[in-house]
């Protein structure tokens, strides 16, 4: 019998715009609150920025309610970023609070898919053994 199995599975909606209006009222602030250097500058080379903050913000709530937690103590948005493959395929990375959370829940591996249009982003995360 194979022993993979969810250990939780999470997803999230953000809006575009409110996206996009913390970008222009706070700027810099805000980035350096929620994303990781990586993701800020993966996200800021696009002309459409927003929208892939907004799928990087939903993927982030969405590893939050996969592991169980939403954001509680040590776990924060920056507890979890998204960083791409080559190919475009995006993967999860942890910080050292989520990564001994993710080690004492025995997980193996965590999948997310993120989706965005120009209104909204959409992101789905799998916590699995």
Not at 99 to 114: P, V
Request: proline fraction near 2%; glycine fraction near 6%; aromatic fraction near 12%.
């Amino acid at each position: 019998m194979n022993s993979d199995y969810i250990i939780g599975v999470g997803t999230d909606i953000c809006d575009v715009a409110r996206i996009n209006n913390m970008l222009t009222k706070y700027g810099e602030n805000f980035l350096d609150k929620v994303f990781t250097k990586e993701e800020i500058k993966y996200c800021s080379a696009f002309p459409n920025s927003a929208e892939h903050y907004a799928a990087r913000f939903a993927a982030k709530e969405a590893m939050s309610k996969a592991f169980g937690t939403g954001f509680i103590e040590k776990i924060t948005l920056k507890s979890f970023s998204v960083l791409n493959q080559k190919n475009g395929m995006p993967y999860a990375v942890f910080d050292d609070n989520a990564k001994k959370l993710f080690d004492e829940l025995g997980a193996k591996k965590m999948s997310i898919s993120l989706s965005h249009l120009k209104d909204y982003a959409v992101a789905f995360a799998i916590l699995s053994k």
